[in-house]
T-cell receptor
């Protein structure tokens, strides 16, 4: 069974400091991983996906198959980064369902 | 504009009432999903559909039912609402190409 773990429910970081949101997964196949973000009063939206290997809003995430991790990082936090962040894994078999972690609420302290 | 729409956004209803949460997408996506999320908790998949006339139960058992008569429409129904059904329900869709799943704004259901 696929599973996504985000160990931190809450994370507070000072503006300008580095940010790292942790995500670990378990999956028997070759995973496809995503980070979704939900800003206050907005819908859940895709932030980035591992296969595109891009940086969005200064965030990057590298898939580490050895450690089964997909941590989200940003070198310098900005106030507008305050939001709820969800790590998710897409099953590539059958139903193609997206399994979410419990989420991390990131608060940037001015 | 291509999007995914959910109605109602907020609903307060009495115990025992029948309710239907509507979800429509104008992106021509074949796969659609319903997730349930309690405040501050993780999202749980409760229903999904591969296409017209296809519906499957998700990971979390739910007393709700769904139908997929048209590609763009994936309503969720509770025949007899109970306070334990109070939650946020998120509809999502995914196209044949690409692996991004798009979400609606959610429907907040409160059963009193």
């Amino acid at each position: 069974a696929q599973r996504v773990t985000q160990p931190e429910k809450l994370l507070s970081v000072f503006k300008g400091a580095p940010v790292e949101l942790k995500c670990n997964y378990s999956y028997s196949g070759s995973p496809e991983l995503f980070w979704y973000v939900q800003y206050s009063r907005q819908r859940l939206q895709l932030l980035l996906r591992h296969i595109s290997r891009e940086s969005i809003k200064g965030f990057t995430a590298d898939l580490n198959k050895g450690e089964t991790s997909f941590h989200l990082k940003k070198p310098f936090a900005q106030e507008e980064d305050s939001a709820m962040y969800y790590c998710a894994l897409l099953s590539n078999f059958g139903n193609e369902k997206l399994t979410f972690g419990t989420g991390t609420r990131l608060t940037i302290i001015p | 504009e291509a999007d995914i729409y959910q109605t109602p956004r907020y609903l307060v209803i009495g115990t025992g009432k029948k309710i239907t949460l509507e979800c429509s997408q104008t992106m021509g996506h074949d796969k659609m999903y319903w997730y349930q999320q309690d405040p501050g908790m993780e999202l749980h998949l409760i229903h999904y559909s591969y296409g017209v006339n296809s519906t499957e139960k998700g990971d979390l058992s739910s007393e709700s039912t769904v139908s997929r008569i048209r590609t763009e429409h994936f309503p969720l129904t509770l025949e007899s609402a109970r306070p334990s059904h109070t939650s946020q329900y998120l509809c999502a869709s995914k196209g044949y190409r690409g692996n991004t799943i798009y979400f609606g704004e959610g429907s907040w259901l409160t059963v009193v």
